[in-house]
């Protein structure tokens, strides 16, 4: 689950650590709706196998603040176990073809609450789509700012451009392509070192900021 950049800016440059929960909280409320929609199992009785609802998940989640560009990037990655209680009090293995059908909901789950979160302390939302998904950013952080933290969509994008398509255009397939393709290796970094130069960095482009919302 990744926030939009303006929220991530928000978030790090700015200093807004309410955003953070409201990250975290929305990746919990999507996480809730998929154990609501997707979890089951399938077991066999009497040489039948049938798929039983079971609405809980085992899921890891780690929250990260960085892009492989080391750019504010706030998101969360959830590992979701091969395995599910059912109403016997049994541990089973997971049917995860719901799971795998409805991740593009769970993804629009979280947006939605994340923009509701956003909006509690008086930010602004402003609609947007993110490919062919709805999304939304935050107008207190302006394009200019926005765009200078997005090293890692633009060599996306120009990934994509050889293949002569656009984000709305691209199949999911090949954005994954493209995304692989561009994929720095992970370095290890000083977070706190890293928050000073993005705040200096944008200081340097000189980028009027809006209100930050008390």
Request: charged share 35%.
């Amino acid at each position: 689950f990744s926030a939009p950049k303006s929220v991530s800016v928000a978030a790090y440059v700015h200093g807004d650590d309410r955003l953070i929960a409201a990250h975290d909280k929305a990746v919990r409320e999507a996480l809730g709706w998929l154990e609501r929609e997707a979890a089951a199992t399938r077991i066999r009785e009497n040489n039948e196998i049938r798929t039983e609802a079971t609405n809980n998940l085992v899921i890891a989640t780690y929250r990260h603040d960085t892009s492989r560009e080391g750019e504010p990037q706030l998101h969360t990655h959830s590992v979701i176990m091969n395995v599910t209680q059912s109403a016997d009090g049994r541990w089973r293995s997971l049917e995860s073809r719901p799971i795998y059908r409805l991740q593009t909901e769970a993804g629009a789950v979280y947006r939605a609450a994340l923009a509701r979160e956003c909006e509690r302390p008086g930010y602004s939302i402003e609609k947007t789509a993110k490919g062919k998904h709805p999304s939304f950013e935050l107008r207190e952080v302006v394009k200019a700012e926005r765009d200078l933290f997005s090293t890692r969509s633009r060599q996306i994008e120009r990934e994509l451009e050889k293949l002569g398509k656009t984000r709305e255009t691209a199949t999911a397939e090949e954005k994954q392509v493209a995304t692989l393709n561009t994929r720095q290796a992970k370095e290890s970094l000083d977070r706190g070192g890293l928050i000073e130069a993005w705040r200096a960095q944008a200081r340097a482009a000189d980028i009027e900021h809006g209100l930050r919302p008390e």
